[in-house]
């Protein structure tokens, strides 16, 4: 039986998602090294029974924990427990919620720097595998046609799908008709129709497509010990885009990193990097300082600037120098228009991999004190208050060591 959805149901089931959403913010900036998988659980259950749901595995299907955590090589269904996450691992979260009645279904996989690019690249692969996917669910096409664009996108990224798990029918039980492949030819199987919930979920294998059940009885695990990632949301079918269900509102965290390149400054850039600078740092300069940016700062000679552009065009860009032990980071402006795809996360990698290529112990920064946004930035990333060199202004420090102790889940 598929079932269509009444707006009173569609309501339910949107609470339901913004809390499956919540916890999975929660757990995001909870994600670190040292952590265990047991903390994580404890964390997210706390947050499940706090908004007033639970967890649709534990005490239906009695899964030993309120979420699934799998790690690295781990497809599915891992047990929480004292396994310590570690740098350079893929911590796959996949939380299934059921609050009035109704569930929702969501997964992301977090990266724990440092990783292999071709790791990374999975993990962009699949979550872009998601959003083909997801743009297929249109009424009057076929429940196919979701497989369809999901395969395909993994066939062209050179991965396999792991065809035992499947997107699924979900509503007033966490699986329902109809299940959704992640491969095979469109056009075929259930039409799909306004009001129909659905749950898409591509799981991806850098290696095989076989998978082997550990001793445990639910941890699932790639038969040849290749990586793998796993994204997952509930959506609604409507009369035009499909609606997520389980993502906050206004949340970036669905949309890839913007891939960027780094290029040396030109003369006939200097016009255009200084009004992008006074366009975002003006207000905050003005405020700490009581006066507006200066060239002569921007374009210190002693710095090497480097200009960001994507596809669309110039984005940023940011000026540093070595300073004794330290990478010193003088100035990063990022457009306001595209703040947010993770080009802040890009530049701190790269200042830190040039910090450890150099042999330096750490990188350093100023920031204003009232600008609290990229103070929080700097902190989810490890960075700590060092002290108060100028008025309103914190230097901020990160040390850099060789096994590359970064955070950027």
């Known amino acids: 039986m598929i079932y269509t959805r009444t707006e009173q149901e569609l309501s339910n089931m949107r609470q339901c998602g913004e809390i499956n959403a919540q916890v999975h913010e929660v757990l995001r ?17 706390a947050e499940i029974r706090q908004a007033g749901a639970k967890s649709s595995i534990r005490d239906a299907l009695g899964f030993p924990g309120d979420i699934c955590i799998s790690i690295n090589e781990e497809v599915g269904h891992g047990i929480p427990g004292d396994y310590a996450i570690q740098p350079g691992d893929l911590v796959k ?18 990266i724990i720097e440092p ?35 999901i395969g395909q996108m993994i066939q062209d990224s050179g991965y396999a799908v792991i065809r035992h798990a499947n997107g699924h029918g979900i509503g007033t039980s966490l699986h329902e008709d109809p299940i959704i492949a992640n491969f095979g030819p469109p056009g075929r199987g259930p039409r799909l129709r306004e009001g129909m919930v659905i749950a898409v979920e591509p799981v991806v294998s850098m290696g095989t497509r076989y998978t082997l059940c550990r001793s445990d009885g639910w941890t699932d695990v790639t038969a040849d010990g ?20 389980t993502k906050l509102p206004n949340s970036t965290s669905d949309r890839p990193a913007l891939p960027v390149q780094y290029r040396d400054m030109r003369e006939d850039d200097k016009s255009r990097l200084l009004q992008l600078a006074a366009a975002e740092m003006d207000d905050i300069l003005i405020t700490a300082w009581g006066r507006r940016v200066r060239p002569d700062e921007i374009f210190d000679p002693s710095a090497t600037t480097k200009v ?14 070595e300073r004794q032990d330290v990478m010193f980071l003088h100035t990063v402006v990022i457009a306001s228009d595209i703040q947010g795809q993770g080009l802040g996360k890009q530049v701190m990698r790269y200042l830190e991999e040039a910090a450890r290529a150099r042999g330096l112990a750490g990188v350093e920064l100023c920031v204003q004190t009232n600008n609290r946004r990229a103070i929080r930035f700097y902190e989810r990333l490890g960075f700590q208050p060092v002290e108060m060199p100028y008025a309103n202004t914190k230097l901020m420090h990160k040390a850099v060591t060789s096994a590359g102790d970064t955070r950027w889940s």
């Open 29 to 45: 900036h909870a994600i670190q090294p040292g952590i265990t998988t047991r903390e994580l659980d404890a964390i997210a259950g």
């Open 93 to 110: 979260i996949d939380i299934s919620i059921e609050y009035a009645g109704y569930h929702t279904d969501c997964a992301y996989t977090h």
């Open 115 to 149: 990783v292999p690019a071709q790791a990374a690249q999975l993990v962009a692969a699949t979550r872009q595998a998601l959003a083909a996917g997801i743009q297929c669910a249109r009424p009057g096409g076929h429940c196919s046609d979701i497989s369809y664009a």
């Open 226 to 245: 290749s990586l793998c990632a796993h994204f997952e949301h509930t959506i609604v079918i409507t009369d035009g885009q499909p609606e997520i269900l």
């Open 308 to 321: 960001l552009e994507t596809e669309d065009g110039l984005a940023g860009f940011f000026t540093y120098s």
